[in-house]
């Protein structure tokens, strides 16, 4: 286990949970999070699980319930998908068909595909929606009851406090790479629509219909893998990202 430099924390009260920490990518500060799920059963949804660290196990223990879902949500979100189903043996492993091709060592369940795209757990309480056309092959999620989404690289929500709010040393609103991604994943300028338009969108019909999708659920609050939780106007910030696709 590696050692604690996570904010482990309650987002929505009795139901969403939060374990952030540092993370690079590329040089840039952009942070990394687990988000955990609570269905009304009890079972426990958990969405790019990040590294395990010493008190991570007593962490979802105090949540209650049972780990049954490990969401992979595209091909770079897997780096301790291997540990989680160790520690959680009995949980359904869900991932994009690519993902699932490529990781001979974890058992896939639940794989998604261009002729799969949605699954829904729980008493309709989770929504998950595959983007193919997207670069990573991104799965998108849905909370109903807390009105949040959840992602991995779809929507970051820069800069990354919370991930970095026990690393003093570190500023996650410096740095040229950091202010890159920044730049790249908020709306309203070129660098984000010449990213968008030529690198991470690959199939833009299939991404035309994926992003509707996602503009017709209702929520809004942003938990992403990168940055900050947004507590309210991310379907605005969902539109603007993708607004070449839902004009």
Known sequence: MSENKSISREIVPGQVWGIARPFFRF???????????????????????????????????????????LLAPDIEHYMSLKAW????????????????DKLTDVK???????????????????????????????????HVASGSFFNADLAEYLPALEAFSKTPEVDPKTGFKTHLFMKMFSPHNWLHEFVLGNVLAKDKNAMKRDVKVVSDWKFDRLVPCHGDVMETGAKKWWNDLYARFLH
């Open 108 to 142: 896939f369940d639940i794989v998604m595909t261009p002729e799969h795209l949605d699954e829904v757990f729980g008493d309709d309480e989770i929504l998950i929606h595959y983007f193919p056309g997207y670069f990573s092959f991104e799965i998108a999620v849905l």
């Open 27 to 69: 040089g840039a500060k952009v942070g990394g999070r687990a988000s955990i799920i609570k269905l009304s059963n009890g079972d426990l949804f958990v969405i790019s699980p990040t590294p395990i660290e010493s008190d991570t196990e007593s962490f979802i223990s105090s949540i209650g319930g049972q780990v049954k879902y």
């Open 85 to 100: 189903k160790q520690a959680y043996p009995e949980a359904t492993v869900i991932g994009p068909k690519p993902l699932a």
